[in-house]
């Protein structure tokens, strides 16, 4: 169906105002995504008309102004951008949580379409002229803050983007930001498919000891839903972490282990199928180009250039200063791990698959608490409505679900947060149970973004999506506390994105903030998933409806920095890893080069079934090694090259160290797939960030409302407005210090 004229991504209703908003809850409806009537074929077509209708309007705007102003050039290309991106919105969302074969098609389709368009249009050298005309220009200092911060955030992208490089540079660095933009999508999908393909069918309960009733009940009814008996077990995290922390069957951990710690690479029970050695190798090798064609040393540096951290040093620097402060402790942890796997259960060396397991059974001896515990006391409808509690307290605004409004599956709700006048201030979609064909993993994503103009007030709206379990059994989804903390985490971006009160979209909520900081409102708002006046809201018995005992509060802060240390070096690993892969990119090409190949299977152990047990991959028939016909293979050199980085990262900084066959950069999407790269340390720079900014609630009241506000006036609504600098000294009266972070972490007092 290639009839514009009734095409759902062109028909976007720019009623979705605050003053026909505010007026009722028909009109929170307006401008949002009609997802039933949107198709795979309405994807490109609807694509090309807007870019041919952008880069037709640039023309005029090109032709028509003499003397660019900010009415007169910049606002009409902002709100080209902004439609575009409201267009875009949807298809990508459902391609992450609706996948099918004919969606992932059209929208492969036209990403080397938009990253064609975002090039060209950052490579024209008229449009970079006419930004410094707008920057030069007398009256450019009456400007707002965020006027001229999105001027200058341009001016700095055009550099990045290529404006200065010669015609043939120019056109490599298209064709790099295409292929890029390709590979990426690519390896997302490989991992999604890895995900789903494997499957394994419990026929014998016996082989599901220790696994709690919760996790038990959900494999039979994945089971039944397959029209199975016994039960279904999948790599989603729902279902494989249980099995890794609670099943007595050291063989079924193994087994399910390998499956994760193998997947989308070229061994393991579907090797090659779905390998990403070889995009990987690409990635790394188009980034070190794109960088060098920008006069930088390497891809890390041009990564720093948008961010908070003045240099790859500086990086390199914290994340180690980090690691000397932690790794001590974690190597105590992990030998009080080994000792009492050895004495308690006999074990005489303790693997990847048994560090979870052993991990729980310690935790409950010390602590005579368990996870599992907790979960009868977060029912997902408490929690919810809790989480709407505490942010009321904190910023005053009421949120409530609307009814009436299109979604894409029946699992998803919609929300809006209206402020104590009655004012819309931001709308969001809540979508939190794994299924197939949803990309596996925790996110919150821009739907629609804040802008002003003659019709008044656009309020943003938002995306948060989970993969939790959902319902069985008739109970309501009972989370675990780590899940309760991962939604707080991801509705943390979602105020980020929605509270704001900055009017254009380029600089507006999530717009614009670099990427070290963006991290600050999310982890931010887990703090309170761990205070007793919180938990007295967001905690109560499915059943009994009984507030969270006191004595198993106290177990649940004791046990609070178990293991935190392991944990910190954990996330450390993967910062360093990933900086080092993309700042020693000539080293790891040159070592691929200067040694022979390994052998290709060093370590893999092998996969028999346990009986009586049935495992399916799905799709059989592909031969091991015969997937992505047409992508190439990594050569054994270049994997060897990045597994000989890997573990120069390990000896430095970590303690456990994975068995051989594990191949966690073939999955590793945040840097790959996402815009982590060169990056990944921003979690842990966040958590400095967020653990200080909570330090002034544990000083004034976690609830002090004063303190709340000053919080929500100079950080969440100011958005990319402002340097995060000088929004957090804004907010804490002084630079960040590392202090509260080591204290919250067990690491200091």
């Known amino acids: 169906m290639n009839d514009l004229s009734v095409n759902p991504l062109l028909d976007l209703d720019e009623q ?37 209708a952008n880069r037709a309007a640039i023309e005029r705007l090109l032709a028509d102004v003499r003397a660019p102003t900010w009415d007169s050039f910049v606002q009409p290309i902002e ?52 930004y410094k005309a707008v920057a030069a220009r007398p009256d450019f200092a009456g400007l707002t803050p965020a006027q ?98 609670y099943a007595d069957n050291r063989e079924l951990r193994r087994q399910i282990y390998e499956a994760s710690a193998t997947r989308a690479s070229e061994i393991g029970p579907h090797a090659g199928r779905w390998d990403n050695g070889a995009i990987m190798q690409r990635i790394l090798a188009l980034r070190a180009e794109k960088a060098k064609l920008l006069g930088f040393a390497n891809f890390a540096a041009l990564s720093i250039a948008t961010k908070m951290a003045e240099s ?24 009080e791990l080994r000792a009492f796997a050895a004495e308690r259960f006999g074990l005489p060396a303790i693997e990847a698959w048994d560090i979870p397991y052993y991990s729980e059974k310690l935790r409950q001896e010390r602590y005579d608490f368990s996870e599992e515990d907790l979960r009868p006391y977060f029912p997902e409808p408490q929690v919810v409505g809790g989480m709407f509690d505490v ?44 299924r197939p064909h949803k990309r596996g993993g925790a996110w919150m994503d821009d739907c629609m973004s804040r802008k002003r103009d003659a019709q008044g007030v656009q309020a943003p709206v938002a995306y948060l999506t989970c993969n939790f379990s959902a319902p069985v059994g008739g109970k309501p989804a009972l989370f675990t506390h780590d899940e309760v903390t991962t939604l707080f985490h991801e509705f943390g971006h ?34 309170w998933c761990w205070e007793r006046q919180a938990l007295d809201v967001l905690a109560r018995h499915y059943e009994s409806g009984a507030s969270l005992p006191e004595a198993l509060y106290k177990k649940m802060i004791a046990a609070r920095n178990f293991q935190s ?36 299977n060093e370590g893999l152990l092998p996969t028999p079934p346990l009986p009586p047990q049935r495992e399916r991959a799905r799709g059989e028939g592909t031969p091991p090694g015969r997937g992505n016909e047409g992508e190439g293979s990594a050569s054994d050199e270049f994997r060897h090259a990045i597994q000989q980085l890997l573990d120069e990262v390990r000896r430095e900084v970590s303690v456990v160290f994975p068995p051989a066959f594990n191949r966690f950069p073939n999955s590793f999407g945040h840097i790959f797939a996402g815009g982590y790269a060169a990056g990944y340390y921003s979690y842990k720079w966040a958590e400095v960030l967020s653990a200080d900014a909570f330090s002034k609630f544990e ?51």
């Open 16 to 52: 979705g105002r605050s003053n026909a908003a505010s007026a009722g809850r028909a009109g929170a409806a307006s401008g949002l995504p009609r997802f039933s009537a949107i198709r795979a074929e309405h994807v490109e077509p609807a694509v090309d008309a807007t870019l041919a």
């Open 79 to 130: 709100d080209m951008n902004e439609r575009l991106g409201r267009l875009w919105s949807p298809v990508s969302h459902l391609n992450a949580v609706m996948n099918n074969e004919a969606l992932r098609a059209a929208y492969n389709n036209c990403l080397p379409k938009l990253s064609d368009y975002g090039t060209e249009i950052k490579q024209d050298e008229r449009l970079y002229r006419a």
């Open 148 to 245: 001229k911060k999105i001027i200058d955030n341009i001016l700095r992208d055009f550099r990045l983007s290529g404006a200065e490089l010669n015609d043939a540079d120019k056109k490599r660095f298209k064709d790099i930001e295409q292929e890029l933009s390709s590979l990426q999508s690519k390896f997302e999908e490989n991992v999604l498919d890895a995900t789903n393909a494997w499957e394994l069918f419990i026929t014998d309960e016996h082989d599901l000891a220790g696994l709690p009733e919760n996790a038990r009940a959900a494999a039979r009814q994945a089971a039944e839903r397959d029209g199975q008996s016994g039960w279904k077990l999948t790599l989603h995290m729902p279902s494989f972490l249980p099995v890794m922390m």
């Open 312 to 335: 790859t040093d500086e990086v390199f620097a914290f994340l180690r200063d980090l690691a000397a402060r932690s790794r001590p402790a974690a190597q105590k942890e992990l030998a």
């Open 391 to 434: 942010v009321h307290r904190l910023y005053g605004l009421d949120i409530h679900e609307v009814p009436g409004v299109e979604l894409w599956h029946p699992d998803a709700h919609f929300y809006e947060i209206r402020d104590a006048s009655g004012q819309v201030r931001g709308r969001f979609y809540m979508d939190l149970y794994a």
């Open 494 to 527: 979602g105020l980020h994105h929605m509270l704001t009160l900055v009017d254009y979209t380029s600089v507006a909520g999530i717009n614009g903030v670099k990427w070290d900081a963006v991290e600050l409102p999310s982890q931010f708002m887990e703090n």
């Open 565 to 600: 240390a392991m944990q910190m070096v954990r996330q450390i690993e993967f910062s360093l890893f990933d900086m080092r892969l993309h700042s020693d990119f000539d080293l790891i090409k040159s070592r691929a080069s200067a040694h022979g190949s390994p052998r290709p």
């Open 699 to 749: 000083e004034n009241g976690v609830f002090n409302r004063q303190t709340g506000e000053e919080f929500l006036h100079n950080i969440l609504e100011q958005g990319g407005a402002y340097e995060p600098m000088e929004l957090f000294v804004r907010f804490r009266g002084r630079k960040p210090k590392i202090d509260a972070l080591l204290r919250h972490s067990g690491l200091a007092a």
